[in-house]
């Protein structure tokens, strides 16, 4: 069975730091790109972050270009998320999910979904 399975979230202060995992089983990894997506109550869901796991290459949202990194461990099948600089608006559930065809911003092209996170940062 595929899953993926996101990890990491809590309650931090502004300015604080947050590591996500999302292990990743059940489908060949290194094929795979793994995007981090958020959604606020009340809000639509928001792409955050991708990562190829064949080449490595990246994208971020505007929104956390310069503060949130992801990278991939594929001996382990896991993708991480350090949040760094946190704030408020920060605050959602995050998804981990696998797209078959690379980097992506567009959730439908997202085949696989984990379960969510919730990261709430306090001001």
């Known amino acids: 069975d595929v899953q993926l399975q996101a990890s990491g979230g809590g309650l931090v202060q502004a300015g604080g730091f947050l590591r996500l995992s999302c292990a990743a089983s059940?489908?060949?990894?290194?094929?795979?790109?793994i995007g981090w997506f958020r959604q606020a109550p009340g809000k639509e869901r928001e792409g955050v972050s991708c990562?190829?796991?064949?080449?490595?290459?990246?994208y971020y949202a505007d929104s956390v270009k310069g503060r949130f990194t992801t990278s991939s461990d594929n001996a382990k099948n896991t993708v991480y998320l350090q949040m760094n600089s946190l704030k408020p608006e920060d605050t959602a559930v995050y998804y981990c999910?696998?797209?078959?065809?690379?980097?992506?911003?567009?959730?439908?092209?997202?085949?696989?979904w984990g379960q969510g996170t919730l990261v709430t940062v306090s001001s």
């Open positions: 990562i190829s796991s064949s080449d490595g290459s990246t």
């Open positions: 059940g489908f060949t990894f290194d094929d795979y790109a």
């Open positions: 999910a696998a797209d078959p065809g690379g980097l992506a911003e567009n959730p439908d092209e997202y085949d696989y």
